[in-house]
């Protein structure tokens, strides 16, 4: 009698498991079905021990508790269940919430709840519960031991184990062991046929619809590792990746849209691709939109929104983006112009490790603009980059001794840097070559600043180049005067745009210096100078359209130049207009 009883409880038992997890799975009466697993819970039945976890850990007819669903996941786990086991091992290994006991429960402050709080994950006892699981005969518990003993700390790693585990899974049919052997085999291995089937086990895990399997088979085919460079193949797998939700994939297949790599160029796909990636927290994604905005390509630019990404990328750590903000900042593009906040993007860019932000941060010192804070902090990140052997920092700290910018004015010290920087760096040969013309730091020497002036006009710097050839017009220079020369530098500068070299080209053809005077050729070189805004190029344009020193006369022409000078606060442009106004009353 008492063993028929106990036969009749132990079905009853399993009949109202089977109707409890029925009804949880159904949901037709969720709540109903997690109170009967409560019961056989506390009665003993594992198999209840774990359904209750699971529920617990779901939020299936309860609340979601992880506290509660780690107490009752771990119950069945110590009696042998071996899909606790595993569900145990995950927790580990994705970690439990800062000040989370699962022994005790939650320990959380209130501003605080398991979903916010930063995860720490336990590899030890994650490889713990993963191992027994896995020897049990668990496919994705073995495929998770491998993971555990390929990423794990030096004690736990083990290659070799972590593949055999890997491999046992992969042949279990888990799509986990497929990614992981896949992953092994390209990363460690033993022999070319490795790489070949290690993307034959990826194929196998995209198949199954493992987001991680489609991005490394982008990386595969983009890089060509094992095989041919397929750009189609990288585009269509990375497209597959980002569907999944994986950001770096987001952000790649957009800029092959934006590039037309692989797929025909779509920019409408490519940015609603960046804004998805941007939103989940991608810093490159975020400045490509800035970027994008910008430039325009094929729609209108929008500085404003440019500015928005940019900012968005820039409190994400992207110096370059922090720099382009600060330029929409300081020019007033899209944004109001307002130099002191440029210049906290400045540093900003230039604290991400950003080379242009602090040049320009160090340029927009020179200005005034910026706090005294701003500029000892930039000097003393030109400091730290001199002294580990940074040309450039070397040159930038040289510029901030000379003009005294975030510390004391000292020549000395600047001509120092300078000569440290000169080897690499043109700007610096400019600097020390002025240095040595001014007796800054150093006694005058005119040989040393003829030198380093004709290093970085042999460079192609143009005001070394306008420098060097004033000293060979006045006859400052070693060797005294000599025009030839200096009208073949200003010619030079010129042919890189600089408008006073080209009005110096101009001043020096119409006469009085010792190369032949041709009129009709400084007319036009001072043509190209007052088209560029250069204010004595329009007065001298005006001048010989007035009195038509090259021939031509022209005083509608001349006086529209010359009002363009008077503008510029040129004085002898008024002087002329008067009278080229006397001119044309008495004609009159």
């Known amino acids: ?20 997890i029925s009804q949880i799975e159904s949901g037709e009466d969720a709540v109903r079905g997690f109170a009967q697993l409560g019961q056989l819970a506390q009665q003993g039945s594992v198999e209840a021990q774990y359904r209750t976890g699971k529920a617990y ?18 119950k069945a786990a110590e009696a042998g269940h071996v899909q606790a086991q595993l569900i145990l091992a995950t927790l580990y290994l994705m970690g439990f919430p800062e000040g989370f006991d699962e022994n005790r429960g939650a320990i959380l402050t209130e501003k605080t709840d398991a979903t916010e709080a930063r995860r720490i994950p336990d590899l030890q006892n994650a490889a713990r519960w993963g191992r027994l699981a896995a020897e049990a005969g668990s496919p994705d518990a073995q495929a998770l031991i491998g993971y555990v003993l390929t990423n794990g700390p030096d004690d736990l790693r083990d290659l070799d184990q972590a593949r055999g585990w890997y491999e046992k899974s ?66 269509h797998y990375f497209e597959k990746a980002a569907e999944r939700g994986v950001t770096a994939a987001q952000t790649r297949i957009a800029l092959y849209l934006l590039q037309g790599k692989g797929v025909k160029r779509r920019l409408d796909r490519a940015e609603t691709w960046l804004r998805r990636a941007a939103m989940s927290g991608d810093a490159e994604a975020a400045a490509l939109l800035g970027d994008l905005h910008i430039r325009g390509d094929d729609m209108a630019p929008n500085y404003l929104e440019a500015a928005t990404w940019y ?17 929409l900042h300081l020019t007033g593009t899209g944004v109001a112009r307002n130099p002191d906040e440029a210049a906290r993007w400045f540093r900003i860019s230039a604290e991400c ?15 005034g603009i910026g706090t005294e804070e701003d500029r000892q902090a930039m000097q003393a990140r030109f400091l730290k980059a001199a002294e580990e052997g940074d040309l450039v920092g070397a040159f930038n700290l040289g510029v901030c001794y000379a003009e005294g910018v975030g510390t004391m004015r000292d020549d000395t010290r600047a001509l120092f840097w300078m ?60 060797g005294g005067r000599n025009h030839t020369y200096a009208l073949g530098l200003y010619k030079d500068a ?35 100078a007052a088209e560029c805004g250069h204010g004595l190029g329009q007065l001298m344009l005006g001048r010989y359209l007035k009195r038509g ?29 008067a009278k080229l106004d006397r001119r044309m009353g008495s004609r009159a």
């Open 353 to 367: 490790g950003d080379r242009v932000a602090d040049a320009d941060l160090g340029n927009l010192a020179l200005t």
């Open 494 to 528: 010129a042919s890189l745009g600089s408008s006073e070299a080209m009005f110096s080209v101009g001043a020096m053809l119409g006469g009085g210096h010792e190369v032949p005077a041709d009129r009709r050729e400084a007319q036009l070189w001072f043509r190209r």
């Open 311 to 327: 900012q968005i990328a820039a409190e994400l750590g992207h110096g370059a983006a922090a720099r382009g903000l600060a330029l």
């Open 57 to 74: 850990l779901e939020g299936w007819g309860t609340p979601p508790s992880l506290e509660e669903g780690t107490r009752w996941t771990r």
């Open 419 to 478: 000569q440290r920087a000169a080897d690499g760096v043109i700007n610096a040969q400019y600097w020390l070559g002025r240095m040595y013309l001014e007796g800054r730091g150093v006694p005058p020497d005119m040989a040393q600043a003829h030198q380093w002036l004709e290093k970085a006009a042999q460079a192609r710097m143009v005001e070394a180049m306008t420098l060097l050839a004033q000293l060979h017009v006045s006859g400052h220079a070693v």
């Open 170 to 235: 992969a042949a279990a049919g888990s799509a986990q062991g497929h990614l992981g052997l896949g992953i092994a085999m390209h990363t460690w291995p033993r022999s070319e046929a490795d790489r070949q089937q290690g993307t034959i086990e990826l194929s196998h895990a995209a198949e199954a619809g493992l987001a991680t399997a489609y991005y490394y088979l982008a990386w595969i085919n983009e890089q060509g590792v094992g095989q041919d460079q397929d750009f189609a193949r990288a585009a």
């Open 1 to 20: 009698m008492a063993l028929k009883t106990r036969l009749a409880g132990i079905v009853s038992r399993e009949a109202r498991l089977k109707n409890a």
């Open 549 to 577: 020193l090259a021939g031509e006369v022209n005083p509608i022409e001349a006086r529209l130049w010359l009002e363009r000078a008077h503008s510029q606060g040129v004085a002898e442009a008024q002087e002329e207009l």
